[in-house]
């Protein structure tokens, strides 16, 4: 059996594995975020033309956590249902 060495590279410059796998996460992750961003803020209110407010935090990890704020129930339905 061979050994095969890897080497990671990010824009050219060498990097570890830890830094690779962060940042195709970080790139998956914005993407995701950007998609969910583009269609929230395609919503507007149908009683007080309001679009709702997208509020991410990234904890860590793999984990977001989403937040909207919203003028009232319909809009929040409104989010609910287009994200599922």
């Not at 095969?4 to 996460?25: H, T």
């Not at 989403?66 to 409104?78: G, I, N, R, Y």
Request: proline residues 4%.
């Amino acid at each position: 059996m061979f050994r095969v060495d890897l080497e990671y590279r990010i824009a050219g410059r060498r990097v570890s594995q830890d830094e690779w796998v962060k940042s195709i996460v970080d790139e998956a992750r914005g993407a995701a975020l950007s998609q969910v961003q583009a269609k929230v803020e395609s919503l507007r209110c149908p009683d007080h033309g309001r679009s709702p407010r997208l509020t991410a935090q990234v904890p860590g990890g793999t984990d977001v956590n989403l937040s909207f704020d919203v003028c009232c129930e319909k809009l929040k339905d409104a989010i609910m249902r287009l994200l599922r």
